[in-house]
T-cell receptor, first 117, second 114 residues
Framework: DTGVSQNPRHKITKRGQNVTFRCDPI?????LYWYRQTLGQGPEFLTY????????KSRLLSDRFSAERPKGSFSTLEIQRTEQGDSAMYLC???????????????FGPGTRLTVT | AQSVTQLDSHVSVSEGTPVLLRCNYS??????LFWYVQHPNKGLQLLLK??????LVKGINGFEAEFKKSETSFHLTKPSAHMSDAAEYFC????????????FGTGTQLKVEL
């Protein structure tokens, strides 16, 4: 299966520690998105890349969050000095650019569940 | 700005009866609209999408949705519920050219009873 993959699937960390998540998109997709989903809510947009360029960041993405996609393939999301409020499911999605299709659908990975104790 | 409102947080139906999950959207531009499903401990899966073609959209597993611009609605329906349909359903809007980032509703939990 060549879908979107995310690692790790679960992460438990202590408040104040740094964590890093990885996302591997579908290989021909040059757009990559990060979302955050808290309990009982729909996912919320955090940031997205087209190839290696980070084109937009949500106001939800505080200075403690940084995302990279250095070679336009996989992406990492790092959270520094984690807080209990960072506990959530972090979802990655990828898509083909709009010029190539009329559909714009995004394909999601299984997510990384972060618990900050 | 764009937003979606899912009118019911929980819907319960009997197996074999119709399903209706309601969604209203708000958008300054012509939107693309989607329904995604999330089964427990599984990733989000696209059910169907509307992108300014036919207003009645057919998706996977017998689901369909109708785009009604006059009512700003995009309700999801299925003629006959199956136990395997029990999941969380999200109505989603995106704007072409706005990075195509998705704006999700708060979700509707569908319960299917015998």
């Amino acid at each position: 299966d060549t879908g979107v993959s995310q690692n790790p699937r679960h992460k438990i960390t202590k408040r104040g520690q740094n964590v890093t998540f990885r996302c591997d998109p579908i290989s021909e997709h040059n757009r990559l998105y990060w979302y955050r989903q808290t309990l009982g809510q729909g996912p919320e947009f955090l940031t997205y890349f087209q190839n290696e360029a980070q084109l937009e960041k949500s106001r939800l993405l505080s200075d403690r969050f940084s995302a990279e996609r250095p070679k336009g393939s996989f992406s990492t999301l790092e959270i520094q000095r984690t807080e209990q409020g960072d506990s959530a499911m972090y979802l990655c999605a990828s898509s083909i650019p709009p010029e190539a299709t009329s559909s714009y659908e995004q394909y999601f990975g299984p997510g990384t569940r972060l618990t900050v104790t | 700005a764009q937003s979606v409102t899912q009118l019911d947080s929980h819907v319960s139906v009997s197996e074999g009866t119709p399903v209706l999950l309601r969604c209203n959207y708000s958008s300054s531009y012509s939107p693309s609209l989607f329904w995604y499903v999330q089964h427990p401990n599984k990733g989000l899966q696209l059910l169907l999408k509307y992108t300014s073609a036919a207003t009645l959209v057919k998706g996977i597993n017998g689901f369909e949705a109708e785009f009604k611009k006059s009512e700003t609605s995009f309700h999801l329906t299925k003629p006959s519920a199956h136990m395997s349909d029990a999941a969380e359903y999200f109505c989603v809007v995106s704007i072409t050219g706005g990075g195509n980032k998705l704006t999700f509703g708060t979700g509707t939990q569908l319960k299917v009873e015998l």
